[in-house]
């Protein structure tokens, strides 16, 4: 007999108790909320979440049923989670990471994992340099 859930405790252990002593490395929490009724809004707080490669996710129960952060791909998964209980998982390469509640197929969740400041290609929509007087230049010359 396996106890699979052992290894998701172990990993919810270490990342609440690593936490505090890790030096390299950041950790952020998401919610799993089911109390916005109808069930169709269930889902994860925030949805998705933008972080750096080499940090630790920890998802929390906040509602009053079990569900579940169960990688799309695999990669990862949480098993059932009662109420009040969490999960954890340590992200360190770059990618987009899609999840579901397998309970609960419509709540769906997304973890960006991106380089910190290399965050490149997207149109910066506030401006970093201060606004400047547009520079006189001669009109064109008609052609002639
Ligand atoms: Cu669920």
């Not at 990342?15 to 809004?41: C, H």
Request: proline letters at 10%; aromatic letters at 10%; charged letters at 10%.
């Amino acid at each position: 007999m396996r106890f699979v859930a052992a290894v998701a405790a172990t990993a919810v252990l270490l990342g609440v108790s690593g936490t505090s002593a890790l030096a390299v490395g950041e950790s952020v929490s998401i919610n799993i909320v089911d109390a916005p009724r109808p069930t169709p809004k269930w889902g994860y707080a925030p949805a998705t979440r933008r972080i750096a490669p080499g940090t630790w996710v920890t998802w929390s129960n906040a509602g009053q049923d079990g569900h579940t952060v169960t990688a799309v791909d695999g990669s990862f998964d949480s098993g059932n989670l009662d109420p009040s209980e969490g999960f954890s998982w340590y992200f360190d390469q770059s990618g987009t990471f899609l999840y579901v509640c397998t309970l609960h197929p419509w709540m769906s969740g997304t973890i960006v994992v991106g380089e910190p400041s290399a965050v490149s290609g997207q149109p910066s929509a506030s401006s970093d340099q201060p606004p400047q007087d547009e520079q006189d230049q001669p009109p064109p010359q008609p052609g002639g």
